[in-house]
Structure formats: C-alpha cells, structure tokens
C-alpha cells in the first residue's frame, strides 16, 4: 500500500503488466498519467505521435508484432474520435491492445462538458469491453482486468476512460499481479476425430489466420503441415504464418484470391481452419463455403468459443489456443497422405504460375520490384501495408519468410503502412522495415514521418503513386466506365516531402532506378521515401484502366 496519485497507480500498474513502450497524442486531461509515466520513462518508452490515428494504428501494430496489448493514450472528444481507427483494426483483427482516453471531470459529467462523448456507447461496438474507472482506488482492479480481456479468447480492443479529477486523486491501494492469460487446449477426442476424418480425405487443404500466433506454434504447425503432406494457404493479410517459399504453400485467401485456389477451397472434403474467423475477406463474400452448413467438412479451430458456429457449422468445433492445438497437432500421429500427395503439388505450381511476372502499362514494372525485395531483404524484414489496389503487389509477389514479417490491417483501413512501420522500427530498431503505401493512403498518416525522425525509426516507405484513389476508381470503370469523378488526386513532390522532415527522399521514374535508390536510402541511416511513378493505366497486376472500361461499355 502507498499513497499515490491515480495517475501515478495507472502508470505503475503498466510496468507491473509488462508494458515497455506507449503510444500518445498528449492532452490535459490526463496530465497525471504523463507525470506518472515520468517516473517510469527509462523502462516504459513513451512515443509522441502526430496524429490519434498514428497513436492508435502503432499501438495495433506494436501489438501485432510482440503478442502483447499495444497502449495508446488520448484525449477526450476529438482524440478519441480520431483514435477510433486503431481500435476498429484492433477488432477486426482480433489484436490485443488497450486505449486509455482523457475524460471529462466527473463533476462535469453529463451536461455535455467540453468534448464530451460516452465512450462506453461509442466505443461498445468497437471493443471487447468499453469501461470507465470512477475511483482511484479501483485502477489496479481495472487495468488487469483490461490486459486479461484483451488477451484472453479471441484478443481483441478494450477501451478505459480516465476522468480528469480521479486522476488527480491521492489514495492508498495495493498494486495488481501480472496478468497471466489463460489458454485452452484441444481435446484428445477432438484430435482423434480430426485424425480420422483427415485419414479418410481426398482433397484436404489447411488456412491458417487469425491471432494468438507465436514463432513456436508457426514452426509445429509447419510440422504437422509436412507430416501430412497438406498444402496450406494463408487467410487475408495473414500470410507470414507460413513460409511462402515452401512447398507445401499454395497461396493467400483473400482479396483477389487465385480462382484455381478458389476453387480448390470449394472442391475440398476436409477444410482445417486454424485460427481465421472466415470472415468476408477471407471467404470471397462468403461464397467458398456455403452457410450455415459448409459443402466441406470444417474443421475450425479458434480460441473463443462464441465464435465457433457464428457464420459456418463445423464438423468439428476446436476452442483451442494456436499455441495448444499446434502443439497437440504436432505431435499426432500422420495419416497416409498418398491420396491427396501429388495434387500438393499441383497447387504449388498453379501458386508459381498466379505469382510469375507480370507485364504492366509504365516504365517501373511492379513484379520486378517485388522480385529484387524478395531476393535481398532481410529474412526477418518487416513489410507493413494500409489499403489499396497497390496491395496486391505486396500481398502476391512477396515471399513472406516467416512468422512477424508481415503487418496489415484485415479491416481494411488505409493510413496504416507508415504507422506500423514506425511502430516496428522502434520496437524492433535491428530490423528491416519497408512499408508500402499508396498516394492515397501515405498522405492519411504521412505527418507520421516527423514521429519517425524524431524516434530514430528509420523505415523505408515505398509510394506507389498513380494520382488517383485506385480501387475507388477500379470499382467506378467497372460499373459506371469513363464517368470519372471523385476519385482523382493532386500529389505533392514525395521525396521533397520525406525530405521537409529531415528524411531521404528519392523518385522512381523507372524500374532500373528502385535499387540504387533503395540502397542510398539504406545507407543515410534516416527514415526514407521512396516515390515510385507507376502509370495509371496499371490499376492491378492482371488489367488495365482501358480494359476495364472496355468490358464494362459491352455490358
């Protein structure tokens, strides 16, 4: 027991969960928790951001990366509104992180106060739990509570509002223990009829996804992956759980899926879903498997049971934690994979055949710069994305090596790539980190870049720029061709921008260019950007702008 300010208890219970690095846009109405992280600021890093959205994106990302909640910290009224972003990524994404939000003082509660807003109402359907602490003596109770929600079943978002006088006041209360999440193992008759089903398969096929994933449990999923001879595909923005140059992998599910791989997913007998929700992304508008009862036998593995059952009917229901089933799955006994053994290669092959270059409109061509990446980065490299048709390069032609190479939003929210990025660099400073980004989506967080010079994070930022909001206008050809309007854009001087904040900024005009300018911005040392000028007409790796309107004008 020691008498404490309520700022002073939160900032204490933080060190005591483990949390080594904050997120922040400050404000004054939780001056007492940044006089408490004070005393904490050699073992708790605290990172000033530009933006909440930054704030929230990097504390998600941050989480993403560690397997531990991301803190972010914001004010009341506009901060949590701009905040709102992360928290809605954090959901869709199953990823653990806590906001704490500056509140009004309670004595100003309801009269509508200065920036004012019911966050337990707003942020409700945006978080696991949405909560605000009344009394000093119960933040301890609160904020363990937070971590356990936030990692416990499927992880996801809490939300802790803060007002202003109780973090003021001095009280007496004992300090919370570390928090210990608890996990779930899979049962022995559950991996027994597993077994069995997978022995009396034809056409089996595994999608990993999800969170709740480690380096350990992606190494005994791999081995029970290879001990049956199965091929693996990977969910939506999930595919650094197995390493793409293997081969028993086929492929990413999820926007603009491979049709071969498709329709494998719908011709398969057995589905192992281990950890993916088989949300709209990752199942094609809900079109590969029929609801509520799948043409295939589902296996589904999740850690919250609420979810098992929620859109599809599964054979066999698993509530497991990744780490558990993987462990468990490891260690069962192979099948005789003889049936299903030589059509594992033929995904593989179909996957070569979906990932081989691609001849686009414009001098720097695409495939070739994800070609020199793939071949020269850093095995461990990080690659961050937000939203946009740019993403297909990334997410096709990259080989993802390894678990943690990969940080991308599944909610589809653009402005994330720069964030993630910087979030990454600083937490994991020995790494390679590129992020992709385009025009569109780089000038949603692009102020971020002042963060990344003033934390030493130097990331490297690849902007695809091709002077319009490029799905908005693919879907606009496709259903209203030649009737441009909304979706155009009027871009600054990118590397004259990266340098404004004391970054290295290069342009690409040609793809002979990117490696040379890729290496001179590894070697200043500082955050870079690098433009590179695609042509417009290049509006996805398989079509064209001309040819878009094309078919659409025939309808």
């Known amino acids: 027991m020691s008498a404490r300010e309520g700022g002073r208890i939160l900032a204490d219970q933080l060190r005591i969960h483990g949390a080594d690095l904050a997120f922040c846009v400050p404000g004054e109405s939780f001056l007492a ?106 933040i301890p109770e609160y904020v363990a509570r937070a971590f ?29 223990r570390p928090y210990q999440p608890a996990y779930t193992d899979p049962g022995e008759s559950e991996m027994e009829r597993l077994r069995d089903l997978l022995a009396g398969s034809r056409r089996p096929l595994a999608i990993l996804g999800g969170s709740g994933w480690t380096a350990d449990a992606c190494a005994d999923i791999r081995k029970f992956i290879e001990a049956n001879h199965l091929p693996v595909a990977c969910a939506f923005r999930f595919q650094d759980l197995y390493d ?51 043409r295939q036998k589902l296996v589904h593995v999740l850690s919250s049971g609420e979810e098992l ?22 260690a069962m006994a192979p099948v005789d994979s003889t049936a ?43 690659i961050t994305n937000g939203a946009g048709n740019y993403t297909a390069w990334p997410h096709r032609f990259y080989r993802y090596p390894g678990f943690r190479t990969q940080l991308a939003p599944t909610s589809g929210a653009m402005g994330y790539g720069v964030p993630a990025a910087i979030a990454a ?30 934390y030493d994070a130097a990331v490297i930022v690849l902007v695809v720029n091709n002077g319009m909001y490029g799905t908005i206008r693919m879907h606009q050809e496709k259903r209203y061709p ?25 342009i690409v005009e040609e793809t002979s260019q990117f490696e040379a300018a890729f290496e001179r911005c590894v070697a200043s040392g500082k955050p870079a950007v690098i433009e590179l000028r695609v042509d417009p007409q290049a509006i996805t790796p398989n079509t064209t702008i001309d040819a878009l309107r094309a078919a659409a004008s025939k309808k």
């Open 244 to 294: 793409n140059r293997l081969p028993n992998y086929v492929g990413d599910v999820g926007v603009g899926v491979n049709p071969i791989l498709a329709e494998r997913i719908r011709t398969a007998d057995v589905l192992l879903a281990i950890g993916p929700r088989l949300g709209e992304m990752t199942t094609s508008g809900y079109t590969l498997l029929d609801s509520p009862v799948p």
């Open 482 to 506: 030649g009737r441009v309007h909304g979706t155009d854009l009027q871009n600054p001087h990118f590397a004259a921008y990266a340098r404004a904040f004391g970054c290295a900024g290069e």
């Open 148 to 176: 356990s929600v936030a990692m416990s079943g499927r992880r996801g978002p809490v939300v802790l509002a803060l007002p202003e006088d109780m973090l003021t006041h001095v009280v007496d209360v004992a300090d919370a």
């Open 425 to 454: 660099k600083i937490a994991q400073p020995g790494r390679v980190v590129v992020a992709f980004a385009g025009d569109g989506c780089f000038l949603m967080a692009g102020q971020e870049l002042a963060t990344a010079v003033q």
């Open 309 to 330: 059952g929620r859109v599809y009917q599964p054979e066999i229901p698993i509530q497991a934690s990744m780490t558990r089933f993987a462990r468990h799955a490891a």
């Open 340 to 382: 299903w053994q030589a059509s594992v290669g033929e995904a593989r092959a179909d996957f070569l055949a979906w990932t081989a270059r691609r001849e686009t409109p414009g001098k720097v061509q695409m495939w070739d710069v994800m070609e020199w990446l793939s071949s020269n980065l850093p095995e461990d490299a990080i």
């Open 33 to 138: 928790v940044l006089d408490g992280l004070y005393e904490h600021r050699e073992a708790l890093k605290l990172v000033v951001c530009r933006h909440e959205s930054g704030a929230a994106n990097m504390a998600e990302a941050h989480a993403k990366l560690t397997g531990r909640p991301g803190i972010c910290f914001v004010t009341r009224g506009p901060g949590a509104t701009q905040a709102s972003v992360g928290v809605h990524t954090a959901f869709q994404d199953s990823t653990p992180m806590i906001l704490f939000v500056g509140d009004v003082g309670s004595d100003f509660r309801d009269r509508e106060a200065f920036q004012e807003v019911d966050f337990h109402t707003m942020f409700a359907p945006l978080a696991k739990w949405a909560a605000r602490i009344d009394s000093a003596e119960r």
